[in-house]
């Protein structure tokens, strides 16, 4: 079945420093992926996507590539700051299946001035 | 609104009531999705509707979890005899997601709404 598996955290950063979390797919068919991100108090948002192989998502500094070959989809970010504290989900969609999402556990990510 | 609404925010009650959570999707979305969120961990799908109809509730963990979505718009998501382990966040989402989007194979991203923290007593 369709399955996400993400690291676990959490993930404790100095303001500035480089971020990545790892995050791996099981799909059948073609799945888009996904990260959200959940900011404490709140609903999950959507932070950035990809739908097919090789492609980049980005978003407020945050990329990830969709890699077919390893079936990753890691989450960087080059300098992070002190507001990019939250809880960031893997997830994908297969789309055919009434687009059901399938998320990671998420990685808690704090960042300390 | 501009957004997905739930409510209440928050909902405590004691073992064996029975609760009722409100969805209200953004307004046109065909698509919406309930799902289950426990202390510490992803999302999991409960159910799903498509217009009102539910195409697949797979995911209810017991016949005390009834949805509905008579209308097609506001969905309401029903615990009956709360039990401890149905403590949890419910969040709602909707989509554009549809019979078009099927065919091509299409995403479509889902919008959340904040949830409902259900504390059980």
């Known amino acids: 079945g369709d399955s996400v598996t993400q690291m676990e955290g959490p993930v404790t950063l100095s303001e500035e420093a480089f971020l990545t979390i790892n995050c791996t797919y099981t799909?059948?068919?073609?799945?888009?992926l996904f990260w959200y991100v959940q900011y404490p108090g709140e609903g999950l948002q959507l932070l950035l996507k990809?739908?097919?192989?090789?492609d980049k998502g980005s978003n407020k500094g945050f990329e990830a590539t969709y890699r077919k070959e390893t079936t990753s989809f890691h989450l960087e970010k080059g300098s992070v700051q002190v507001s990019d504290s939250a809880v960031y989900f893997c997830?994908?969609?297969?789309?055919?299946?009434?687009?059901?999402?399938?998320f990671g556990s998420g990685t808690k990510l704090n960042v300390k001035p | 609104g501009a957004g997905v609404s739930q409510s209440p925010r928050y909902k405590v009650a004691k073992r064996g009531q029975d609760v009722a959570l409100r969805c209200d999707p953004i307004?046109?979305?065909?698509?919406l999705f309930w799902y289950q969120q426990a202390l510490g961990q992803g999302p999991e799908f409960l159910t799903y509707?498509?217009?009102?109809?539910?195409?697949?509730k797979s995911g209810l963990p017991s016949d005390r979890f009834f949805a509905e979505r008579p209308e097609g718009s506001v969905s309401t998501l029903k615990i009956q005899r709360t039990q401890q382990e149905d403590s949890a966040v419910y969040l709602c989402?909707?989509?554009?997601?549809?019979?078009?989007?099927?065919?091509?194979?299409?995403?479509?991203?889902?919008?959340f709404g904040d949830g409902t923290r259900l504390s059980i007593l």
């Open positions: 989402a909707s989509s554009l997601w549809g019979r078009w989007s099927a065919l091509i194979g299409a995403y479509q991203p889902q919008h």
């Open positions: 799909a059948t068919g073609y799945p888009s």
């Open positions: 990809a739908t097919k192989a090789d």
């Open positions: 997830a994908l969609t297969t789309g055919y299946n009434f687009n059901k999402f399938y």
């Open positions: 307004s046109g979305h065909v698509s």
């Open positions: 509707f498509q217009n009102e109809a539910q195409l697949d």
